[in-house]
């Protein structure tokens, strides 16, 4: 009976060291395929970024690719990290990250409407939103109505003039290194003190019916910039169907100040909208609502004026009317990442420098974001940039740089809303960018294994066709799925 245990006691012992070799086998072989995954990832990257840079339509071009392991921080992949590169919109997510570090998420901008002796006075501070259509407390109907209700609460029965203060702010509102082409255009819209529809209008153009026909404007809105832009002049003409928005706006530079649209739309159009810069407005909001004082108040404006004032005119019998409040920052940021409003950046960059210096201008507010970066241990010199937006084809920023501020947001509390704020691209959270002959694309993505990535991928200077182009950036980045 003893031997018979004691054959069960060896029996068991030899069990036991045999599941113990197979666990080890089994965890010494999955270390081995986690291992050569890994290795795999990177493999696989080096061989399609070589191939990727081999392509015709990178002869002439540089392009840079950061990626690191979004847990660990460990890089997976570097090509040209330290190379400065035109950023394009892609920039914007340094912005995005500054904004929310410097201001805070629930940073609200603030529009405050006095009176004096007859005359209605202004208080902007850059708020980019205020008569946006994209929320509905901003709209200019809504702001005005509520305007009207407060002058009616404090018996404000005399205005004829509008004054804006635009004390501690750069009256220009176009960056250095913007170019002609962009600054006619919606999306060139510089940023001021006041703001007003993200500085944009719309212009309804009729076309030919025939290929080479002129094209005709038919309309604007709103419809109160007609004077002002009543010198706005089409040098269109129709092409094929199908060709798509190919027109621009230049600003004047002819001495009669006429705005000259140039390009082409496709044939067939009998109500084609493309969107325009509002380069003034400040009149664009004053004469609107002198108007509607008269219509709603029974005001007499009379020969009524606006003007700018370089000035605070705060006076200590002012009367306080209203006070209009933008949207929370996050908010702000995820239209700003969301539809790539240039006027956000713009307006945001001059905001840390009236934050932090007392000006808002847009050398002081880069001097603040590199100085912020530099605090952070980032090199300064990785981040040449002049504005807040990358519409300038002056920027400079390295991937590196780029993967850096990414990997720091991710560690902070508002992580959230700027990560909902970023598009969806190619299943992937990424900012894009494109200027003339750069596109760009960075952001996160989890693969199916459930590792995490962040990157930037920058390409310069390449040639053809920007579609085909992003087609094999993505095929570059599906490697990372």
């Avoid at 950046?345 to 000006?359: C, D, R, S």
């Avoid at 241990?377 to 040449?384: A, H, P, Q």
């Avoid at 930037?456 to 182009?469: E, I, P, Q, W």
């Amino acid at each position: 009976m003893a031997k018979f245990e004691e054959l069960n006691v060896q029996c068991s012992m030899l069990n036991i060291q045999f599941s113990m070799k197979r666990s080890i086998l089994v965890a010494s072989c999955w270390l081995l395929v986690t291992g050569s995954f890994g290795q795999t990832v990177i493999q696989k990257l080096q061989k399609a970024f070589t191939i990727f840079e081999k392509d015709s339509q990178l002869r002439h071009a540089i392009s840079s690719l950061y990626v690191i392991d979004a847990n660990t921080g460990q890089v997976v992949f570097d090509k040209n990290s330290q190379i400065g590169l035109a950023p394009a919109s892609t920039q914007k997510i340094i912005t995005s990250v500054t904004a929310f570090e410097l201001l805070g998420k629930d940073y609200r901008y603030k529009t405050s409407f006095f009176t004096l002796g007859g005359n209605l006075f202004i208080i902007p501070s850059g708020d980019p939103s205020f008569g946006s259509w994209r929320w509905r407390e901003t709209d200019l109907d809504v702001i005005f109505t509520k305007m009207i209700s407060a002058f009616k609460e404090k018996n404000i029965i005399e205005l004829r003039n509008v004054f804006i203060d635009n004390s501690g702010w750069d009256a220009e509102g176009i960056p250095d290194g913007w170019i002609w082409q962009d600054v006619g255009n919606y999306y060139g819209a510089g940023a001021h003190k006041l703001n007003y529809r993200e500085n944009q209008y719309d212009i309804h153009l009729k076309s030919g019916s025939k290929i080479g026909d002129s094209v005709t404007i038919d309309s604007i809105f709103p419809s109160s910039l007609i004077n002002k832009y009543q010198n706005l002049k089409s040098k269109l003409t129709s092409a094929k169907l199908g060709s798509g928005d190919n027109a621009y706006v230049y600003l004047p530079d002819d001495p009669f100040g006429h705005y000259l649209i140039r390009g082409t739309i496709p044939i067939k159009e009998e109500k084609f909208t493309i969107s325009a810069s509002i380069t003034n407005p400040e009149l664009a909001i004053s004469e609107p609502l002198l108007l509607i004082l008269q219509e709603k108040m029974n005001f007499d404006i009379g020969n009524g004026v606006y003007d700018v004032l370089t000035y605070s005119p705060i006076q200590q019998n002012s009367k306080l009317i209203y006070t209009h409040y933008s949207p929370t920052l996050d908010s702000i940021i995820y239209w700003f990442n969301k539809k790539s409003i240039n006027l956000y950046g713009e307006a945001l960059i001059k905001t840390f420098a009236y934050e932090k210096k007392g000006i808002g201008s847009t050398d002081s507010g880069v001097a603040v974001v590199k100085n912020f970066w530099k605090e952070k241990g980032m090199d300064e010199n990785e981040l040449n940039i002049v504005d807040g937006s990358g519409l300038s084809p002056l920027n400079r920023v390295t991937t590196h740089a780029q993967v850096e501020i990414l990997k720091f947001a991710k560690a902070k509390d508002w992580f959230p809303y700027f990560f909902n704020s970023l598009p969806e691209y190619n299943g992937m959270k990424i900012k894009s960018g494109t200027i003339n002959g750069v596109k760009g694309f960075c952001g996160y993505h989890k693969a199916k294994n459930g590792k995490e990535y962040i990157f930037s991928f920058l390409v310069n200077n390449y040639n053809g066709s920007s579609s085909a182009l992003v087609n094999k950036m993505y095929k570059v980045l599906d490697l990372l799925k």
